[in-house]
């Protein structure tokens, strides 16, 4: 009766230990946070307690805007190079192409509004509407841009935050 | 040669799945996914109405009689975007003097509350003045307060009559 000899292995069992770091991988995979084309990163967006759930739109278009004012597009929405909208004349030129787009692709006739819902995602150090002097355009002139090229619905996006506001 | 194999007993052959690798891969998978992660802040939405369009129609008025009543709160801001005062009045009231808020936002959220209750269930609404140069973060600030006193109709517009 022998008592081991040079050929027995002693290895500890890997198995264990690879089926939860698969697990582990898993979970950030999933958790990953894929970056959105149409979501800008460098927009810091204010918080807001009454912000609600974003509910998946069918049809919608992103207008980020940073705290210059500036309109910011993304490759998909873009229409050619133009890529910032720098001032509401060129923000409201570009939302008529787009709502053309939009009754053209819902097949309507001319006088009904276009379908999709505008998402704004403004910086929170842009300014609401343009100071004495400034050459900032005001998130107020690009509403009405909006509005002028026939867009009705828009949803002001904001980071939730479930405490009691502090004082400033 | 007798032309017979005679059939050999095989001996019973171990599998050995090498794990070793594939841990050192998961590892390296999970070692990314750990240095990449950046949990993302949950945004949420406010659904406004875009503003009226200069000489359009207005709405249909309503054959109610309960016409909603209308408060006014002016937001004048300071020179780096922040607020540099309020008042709160109500529109087309006999008492029209403005009850000045200050740059406080409990003052504020005090004194919707106060009108809020007082109306008992008729509609109501809010407009927004906001001064030039007022950053988002602070439209955004009233407008939640607002909401959270139980006002939905708010309606940011410029302070300066020829920019609303």
Same mark, same amino acid.
């Given at each position: 009766m022998s008592h081991g000899s040079a050929a027995d292995k002693c290895e500890p069992n890997l198995v264990p230990m690879l089926d939860m770091v698969l697990q582990l991988v898993m979970f950030f995979m999933v958790c990953?946070?894929?970056?959105?084309?149409?979501?800008?990163?460098?927009i810091k967006l204010p918080e807001a307690v009454v912000a609600k759930p974003i509910e998946k739109e069918e049809y919608f278009i992103f207008l980020n805007i940073n705290k210059d004012g500036h309109v910011l597009l993304s490759a998909l929405d873009a229409?050619? $190079? $133009?890529?910032?909208?720098?001032?509401p004349k060129r923000v409201e030129t570009y939302m008529k192409q787009r709502a053309k787009e939009d009754l053209r692709a819902a097949g309507s006739d001319k006088n009904t509004v276009p379908r999709s819902v505008i998402i704004l995602r403004v910086d929170?150090?842009?300014?609401f509407v343009r100071a004495a002097g400034s050459d900032k355009p005001g998130v107020y002139e690009i509403m009405k841009a909006c509005r002028a090229a026939g867009y009705e619905k828009v949803l002001l996006r904001a980071i939730q935050f479930g405490g009691q506001i502090e004082k400033p | 040669m007798s032309g017979k194999h005679k059939r050999t007993e095989t001996e019973f052959v171990e599998p050995d799945l090498p794990i070793t690798p594939m841990l050192d891969m998961s590892f390296q998978l999970m070692a990314f996914f750990i240095f990449t992660f950046r949990p993302a802040p949950t945004e949420g939405q406010i659904a406004m109405a875009l503003p009226k369009l200069d000489g359009g129609q207005d709405a249909i008025?309503? %054959?109610?009689?309960?016409?909603p009543v209308a408060f006014v709160v002016q937001a004048e801001a300071a020179p780096?975007?922040? %607020?540099a005062s309020m008042s709160i009045s109500e529109k087309?009231?006999?008492?029209?003097k403005p009850e000045l808020l200050g740059a406080d936002f409990e003052k504020y959220r005090h004194a919707l509350k106060t009108r809020f209750d007082a109306m008992k269930g008729k509609p109501a609404k809010l407009t927004l003045k906001i001064g030039d140069g007022l950053l988002q973060e602070y439209v955004v600030r009233l407008l939640d307060i607002g909401n959270q006193t139980g006002f939905v109709d708010i309606a940011p517009i410029p302070l300066d009559p020829k920019k609303q």
């Amino acid at each position: 009766m022998s008592h081991g000899s040079a050929a027995d292995k002693c290895e500890p069992n890997l198995v264990p230990m690879l089926d939860m770091v698969l697990q582990l991988v898993m979970f950030f995979m999933v958790c990953a946070n894929f970056v959105m084309e149409q979501v800008n990163e460098s927009i810091k967006l204010p918080e807001a307690v009454v912000a609600k759930p974003i509910e998946k739109e069918e049809y919608f278009i992103f207008l980020n805007i940073n705290k210059d004012g500036h309109v910011l597009l993304s490759a998909l929405d873009a229409i050619g $190079d $133009d890529r910032i909208l720098t001032n509401p004349k060129r923000v409201e030129t570009y939302m008529k192409q787009r709502a053309k787009e939009d009754l053209r692709a819902a097949g309507s006739d001319k006088n009904t509004v276009p379908r999709s819902v505008i998402i704004l995602r403004v910086d929170r150090e842009a300014p609401f509407v343009r100071a004495a002097g400034s050459d900032k355009p005001g998130v107020y002139e690009i509403m009405k841009a909006c509005r002028a090229a026939g867009y009705e619905k828009v949803l002001l996006r904001a980071i939730q935050f479930g405490g009691q506001i502090e004082k400033p | 040669m007798s032309g017979k194999h005679k059939r050999t007993e095989t001996e019973f052959v171990e599998p050995d799945l090498p794990i070793t690798p594939m841990l050192d891969m998961s590892f390296q998978l999970m070692a990314f996914f750990i240095f990449t992660f950046r949990p993302a802040p949950t945004e949420g939405q406010i659904a406004m109405a875009l503003p009226k369009l200069d000489g359009g129609q207005d709405a249909i008025p309503s %054959i109610s009689e309960d016409k909603p009543v209308a408060f006014v709160v002016q937001a004048e801001a300071a020179p780096n975007g922040t %607020i540099a005062s309020m008042s709160i009045s109500e529109k087309d009231a006999a008492d029209t003097k403005p009850e000045l808020l200050g740059a406080d936002f409990e003052k504020y959220r005090h004194a919707l509350k106060t009108r809020f209750d007082a109306m008992k269930g008729k509609p109501a609404k809010l407009t927004l003045k906001i001064g030039d140069g007022l950053l988002q973060e602070y439209v955004v600030r009233l407008l939640d307060i607002g909401n959270q006193t139980g006002f939905v109709d708010i309606a940011p517009i410029p302070l300066d009559p020829k920019k609303q």
